[in-house]
């Protein structure tokens, strides 16, 4: 089992920028992937980001192309999401995942992760 703790969110200006942090720990692996999902109120779970730790392939949502940059220490079992000229829309609360098929690219569909973190709240004000 891997357990997943984000820390880094909070309220910031549009156009401002955040850090968000996912550290993993428990059963760890080496070979894994691991995403970043937001979730607003009344609205679905939406993928942001994702990164496989084996082969450094990443993907990012549409949404978020250009702005967002997913980066990882192995060593250390952390993944960031360094979050740009952040706009209202971005306003969710942050989670990151585990996928530990790591011989795939990384997912984009939530029920493809197997482990959760608590999640973070990023507030963006206009």
């Not at 549009?14 to 995403?35: D, I, K, N, W």
């Not at 250390?76 to 690219?105: F, G, I």
Request: aromatic share 12%.
């Amino acid at each position: 089992q891997v357990q997943l703790e984000e820390s880094g969110g909070g309220l910031v200006q549009a156009g401002g920028s955040l850090r968000l942090s996912c550290v993993a720990s428990g059963r760890t692996f080496s070979r894994y992937s691991m995403g970043w999902f937001r979730q607003a109120p009344g609205k679905e779970r939406e993928f942001v980001a994702a990164v496989n730790l084996d082969t450094d392939r990443t993907r990012y949502s549409d949404s978020v192309k250009g702005r967002f940059t997913i980066s990882r220490d192995n060593a250390k079992n952390t993944v960031w999401l360094h979050m740009n000229s952040l706009k209202p829309e971005d306003t969710a609360a942050y989670y990151c995942a585990v996928d530990l098929n790591y011989w795939r690219d990384p997912e984009t569909r939530p029920n493809e992760y197997d482990s959760w973190g608590q999640g973070t709240q990023v507030t963006v004000s206009s």
